[in-house]
């Protein structure tokens, strides 16, 4: 009998094609193996019982990287079918529906050949069928060698030797290649010749300075982790004052010296995604103090690549590795463009010649008891987006927020997620954006139907919408903000079928509403295809402008003007000024971002937001210090109405009370958590999707489901998508094709 098994999902450059060569052969089945333009497609001739055999083998054994979306299996009638099982040439329908390969961590069989290999040791390039550079190196699809910048490094005699022995665990990898043949290092300033640059970059380090290095995602600035001074000159020359840092570390023992890690945590920084984890920061670890000001959780990460790995063996110690770029500009993927751009602020280059076809940051993700909360996909979670709810057909590209800049489309029933970009008020991150998708469009074959974009009539992303609208022909279409937030978390759940009424409660920095209206304390019902918007926090005077999101007190001035903090806050001038404007103010906002940051101003924790949520951040993170020294403390709950200002004035009290910063920031993140779950018990909620950006905050998460487990009620936070505005151009996508 003939049979063809199509296979759709996360099998190519997955080592997919050679596991069914291998398994095939074990199995004595004659037939074909090739990547085809929905997935991979397998054609053999055996007996029924053998082909189930095949089949659930291939379930239960697939490559740790892969992941099966759709199996169809079907019987043939006339395949031609010779003698033995082949890999073959890739086979072109004209029409792609193909879930596209992320980029892998390095794998532990590649770090052993770095350490062991003849014409691999203390190579940069070294990769396998299951780690290494894939969407990044990608200019076109089925993910086969030619259709790869490292298609421009012939393969040598050995490494086509291994390209075409089944024994060999570089069996079909389309990124072979070796110091013979591959990629090379080079510095600038130029090293004198015969000089090894990964001892030059480590001499550089030794010495205090700061190195960029271009990994195959693009560049990384990297310093000692362990040296305030050269910390503090790395702040001074990126203009990044108090922001925190990522820092990477050798492996996972060494992690362990300095930070406390949960199973879930390690698992997450040893998985084929690799992403930078925000651990809880002991007080006696050898990392500077500045790293990350005032906060008591550090992202680190393990090395996702081979060039990383190499530096920090030689280093011995952990590494600042933060992204290369200006502040606002996006990543930098290129030599030329570094040079340029990072001048006065790296004092060495270690580059390479493989074009970067998507630059990608590192994902930066945290886990919440057992809920995984990503802060930025990017490098080993995107371009996919693999939710609880089915994607649309039609080909519809959502444009998101302008903040955290990604798009997503649908196109044939799949979902996808660019990388992060960065902020669209750089004309940079603007143009790559534009880039990124327009290389999409044309190497998907893309025809889009319709555009999304954010109902805010300034965005930067609705102006990118209009320009591929006016030049495709295609209608735009405005979802609301805080609505996007909310049919994120329900996509990422499944729950657009849920015949209960489902509360969705959406708490974020800003967001437009109507008018004059700003939003980020929103609360929505869904119930069967409809959202209906819920009135309960109260709105109140912008001042300023965008200031007002910068300066906390601002904020304070704003919700509470009768603080008898205002005065130590502002000179006599000012506050004649701030006073004038917000009473002649039409603008209106509530926001629960911005009631952290009149929590941060009245506390005195910071009077400034020198990049996003730093005040809210801040906040949490003196919160949590004070219930780790009170472990037994029962938070105190504030007795508050639904205007912001009786919170402040509940801490104001409790200020004149005598009682601690910590003790005050506690309850204040507990009572927002109760006020929360009691109005869902009131009004007779029992599931509950909670979304926006404020669901970052660790505490908050901990509180809110705390209480809403005491009263049986189920909450969702986003898992799969971002809460923050990188899950935007899901929620849009996901509105636009379930909200009537």
């Known amino acids: 009998m003939y ?52 089949r659930k083998r291939i379930f239960d054994e697939k490559p740790s990287a892969a992941w099966i979306e759709s199996f169809v299996k ?6 031609k079918i010779g003698d033995g099982f082949s890999i073959d040439p890739s086979m072109n329908s004209g029409v792609l529906n193909l879930r596209l390969t992320p980029d892998f961590k390095l794998c532990d069989s590649c770090i ?64 072979n290649s070796c110091k013979t043949c591959g990629p090379q290092l080079d510095t600038y300033p130029e090293a004198p010749k015969g000089t090894n640059l990964i001892e030059e970059a480590v001499l550089y380090l030794t010495q205090g300075k700061i190195i960029a290095v271009q990994t195959t995602t693009g560049f990384l600035l990297m310093a000692d982790a362990t040296n305030e001074k050269v910390i503090e000159r790395l702040r001074s020359r990126k203009n990044r004052p108090q922001k925190p840092f990522a820092v990477v570390y050798q492996d996972l023992d060494h992690l362990a010296e300095d930070f406390k890690i949960e199973e879930n945590q390690a ?44 530096i920090i063996q030689q280093f011995s110690k952990p590494l600042i590795a933060t992204s290369g770029n200006r502040g606002g500009s996006p990543l930098i993927a290129n030599i030329d463009e570094a040079k340029l751009l990072l001048e006065g602020i790296v004092d ?22 057992d809920h995984p909360i990503i802060i930025r996909p990017a490098r080993g979670l995107t371009p996919n987006y693999i939710g609880g709810t089915k994607a649309g057909n039609n080909t519809v590209i959502a444009f998101g927020a302008d903040m955290k800049a990604h798009y997503a489309l649908f196109h044939e029933g799949k979902c996808y997620l660019s990388p992060y970009f960065g902020n669209l008020e750089s004309f940079e991150v603007q143009e790559r954006m534009k880039f990124s998708l327009r290389h999409l469009i044309n190497v998907l074959d893309l025809i889009p139907q319709e555009f999304l974009i954010d109902v805010h009539p300034g965005y930067f992303s609705r102006a990118l919408a209009e320009s591929f609208s006016n030049e495709f022909k295609v209608p735009l279409k405005s979802i609301p903000h805080h609505q996007a937030h909310f049919c994120s978390g329900l996509a990422d759940h499944g729950l657009f079928q849920k015949k209960t009424s489902i509360l969705g409660i959406i708490l974020d920095g800003v967001g437009f509403l109507e008018g004059e209206k700003l939003g980020g304390a929103e609360l929505f019902e869904y119930h069967q295809g409809e959202i209906t918007p819920i009135e309960v926090f109260s709105f109140y005077p912008i001042i300023a402008g965008d ?13 509470y003007p009768d603080s008898k903090a205002i005065p130590g806050l502002f000179n006599h001038v000012e506050l004649e000024l ?121 505490l908050l998460i901990h509180f809110i489901e705390d209480y809403a487990r005491n009263v049986q009620i189920n909450l969702y936070f986003n898992s799969i998508s971002s809460p923050n505005d990188s899950g935007i151009p899901i929620g849009q996508l996901y509105h636009n094709h379930h909200i009537n």
């Open 547 to 559: 200031k007002m999101s910068t300066e906390t007190r601002l904020s304070l001035l704003s919700i």
């Open 348 to 369: 060495l280059y270690l580059y390479h010649h493989l074009e970067i076809v998507h630059p990608m940051d590192d994902s930066v993700t945290k886990m919440v008891g």
């Open 3 to 54: 049979w063809r098994f199509s296979i759709g999902g996360i099998v190519q450059g997955v080592g997919f094609r050679p596991f069914i060569k291998k398994l095939a052969d074990e199995l004595k089945i004659n037939g074909r193996v090739f990547n085809s333009e929905q997935g991979v497609v397998v054609e053999f001739a055996a007996e029924r019982l053998i082909a189930e055999t095949f």
């Open 267 to 310: 698992e997450l920084l040893c998985s084929a995604v690799g992403p930078i984890v925000l651990l809880e920061s002991a007080s006696n670890t050898k990392l500077a103090n500045n790293i990350a000001p005032g906060l008591n959780e550090i992202g680190v990460m393990l090395p996702s690549n081979p060039l990383v790995y190499l």
């Open 578 to 698: 701030y006073h004038k404007l917000r009473m002649i103010s039409k603008g209106r906002i509530r926001s629960m971002g911005r009631l952290f940051d009149a929590a941060a101003a009245l506390l005195g924790i910071t009077q400034i937001n020198s990049y996003e949520g730093e005040a809210a951040m801040k906040v949490e993170a003196i919160a949590a210090r004070y219930l780790k020294h009170h472990s037994h403390y029962q938070p105190k709950h504030f007795k508050v109405d639904y205007g912001f200002e009786s919170y402040l004035r509940a801490i104001e009290d409790g200020i004149e009370e005598g009682r601690s910063i910590g003790e005050l920031a506690l309850n204040f993140i507990a009572t927002i958590a109760y006020q929360l779950v009691s109005f869902a018990l009131k009004n007779q909620y029992k599931e509950v999707v909670c979304s926006g950006g404020v669901f970052q905050n660790g």
């Open 74 to 79: 079907s019987s043939e009638q006339d395949l």
């Open 112 to 175: 052993e050949d770095l350490k062991t290999h003849p014409r691999r040791k203390d190579y940069a390039f070294t990769t396998c069928t299951i780690c290494g550079p894939r969407f990044s190196i990608a200019k076109g699809f089925p993910f086969d060698r030619e259709q790869l910048s490292i298609s421009d490094f012939k393969m040598c005699a050995d490494c086509s030797r291994e390209y075409i022995d089944v024994k060999d665990r570089r069996f079909h990898s389309q990124t």
